[in-house]
């Protein structure tokens, strides 16, 4: 505990996963969950429920008019972050709002530039960043134990949810592109990427794409909510180690292979590629629940100024991705730029 006064916030959107962002906010002592929004007057009921003591609404306009709310968090459907978001800027509220930042990068720009002008926190629901295995994993890269990291690749496969106002790739692979620049420290140059819509048309339910870096690594992602597995994993191959994080699994998430092959410049005349097989490594890891930590971050930001890891300017950048994914995908799987620039 702080010590500081407790964050007043107020929630907009109380359908499938806003209940999981207020049940962490509900526990924190940082935090006052003071009122919920909702259009729906059953998810609403809902709330009134299991929170008796906040409030509830149906009127955005009329929560914002508080001036003792300090935050909103947006966790409604992603077509509407953007008019809600910004709504809730304008009225001087920091700014939470669930993955994808917005629809266009337009919008995300916009966003962006209202937070920073109002000196207002602006953070994006990237929670993979807040996951105790992910951050585990950028210290043992950022140790250099894996060599230099070469290509890795992430599935994020189940069948279902599916759903029709944005396709899997908007839906699914914010976490993962977020993952990639979180642990490369690179934003992609250029894309190309194939996708299908075989259920509703076209919004497309399953998505390859392949991301290419200024360094030279690449990264490829496939999302589907179309297959028969739930699968949630990454795989990293560095110069000298290899990484496997598995989040199906409940404790044995991530393994470090000491598996390589030895460099040319290594060898002597004449000898081919040598094939190194050494110890296989499952590090102990304390979990907690990312979204319990994600909601914390967002308070301790708000409260100190700090700047959020997943903040507004990186939930633009994983926009422009996805939108030169998008544009790739529609030119049957031509390379993209993303117009992103690497300091
Ligand atoms: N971080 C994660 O792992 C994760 C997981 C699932 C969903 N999400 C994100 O959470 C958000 C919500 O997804 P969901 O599956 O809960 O959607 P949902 O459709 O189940 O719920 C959205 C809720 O928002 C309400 N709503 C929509 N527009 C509104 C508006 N303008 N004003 C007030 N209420 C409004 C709806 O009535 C509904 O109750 C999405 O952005 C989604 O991408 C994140």
Redesign the pocket.
Same mark, same amino acid.
């Given at each position: 505990m702080s010590g500081r006064a407790p964050l007043r916030v107020g929630v907009?959107?109380?359908?499938?996963?806003?209940p999981?962002i207020v049940r962490n906010l509900d526990r924190l002592a940082d935090a006052e969950l003071v009122v919920a929004?909702?259009? #729906?007057e059953t998810?609403l009921a809902r709330f009134a429920a299991l929170y008796p003591y906040a409030a509830t609404t149906?009127s955005?306009d009329e929560m914002l008019a508080d001036h003792d709310l300090d935050a909103v968090v947006v966790?409604? #459907?992603?077509p #509407? %972050?953007f008019?809600?978001a910004r709504a809730a800027l304008e009225a001087g509220k920091h700014c939470f709002v669930? &993955? =994808?930042l917005t629809l266009t990068s337009a919008d995300a720009e916009e966003l962006v530039r209202i937070a920073e002008e109002r000196d207002l926190v602006l953070m994006v629901?990237h929670?993979m960043v807040y996951h105790s295995a992910v951050n585990y994993i950028k210290e043992v890269i950022d140790s250099g134990a894996l060599g230099d990291v070469l290509y890795l690749y992430a599935q994020r496969l189940n069948l279902g &949810?599916v759903r029709t106002e944005?396709n899997a790739f908007w #839906?699914l692979a =914010? %976490?993962d592109v977020s993952i990639v620049h979180y642990l490369l420290g690179e934003a992609p140059d250029t894309v190309s990427a194939t996708g299908a819509a075989y259920l509703n048309d076209g919004v497309e339910d399953t998505v390859f794409a392949n991301l290419h870096f200024p360094s030279g690594r690449m990264a490829n992602i496939h999302v589907s909510w179309l297959d028969p597995h739930k699968t949630r994993k990454f795989t990293i191959v560095g110069s000298k180690k290899m990484l496997v994080f598995d989040d199906m699994q409940a404790t044995e998430k991530v393994w470090i292979y000491d598996k390589g092959v030895a460099p040319k410049e290594a060898l002597g005349y004449g000898e081919d590629l040598t094939l190194r097989f050494g110890d296989i490594s499952v590090p102990y890891l304390k979990m907690s629940e990312p979204?319990a930590l994600e909601v914390q971050h967002f308070c301790d930001c708000c409260a100190t100024g700090d700047r959020p890891r997943s903040d507004g300017r990186g939930g633009l950048e994983v926009v422009r991705v996805l939108e030169a994914v998008d544009e790739s995908i529609r030119a049957g799987g031509a390379p993209v730029a993303t117009g992103l620039e690497n300091a």
């Open positions: 907009v959107g109380f359908g499938y996963w806003g999981n929004c909702d259009a #729906s998810n149906g955005l966790a409604t #459907s992603a #509407s %972050h008019e809600v669930e &993955k =994808p629901g929670l &949810k944005e #839906s =914010p %976490h979204l």
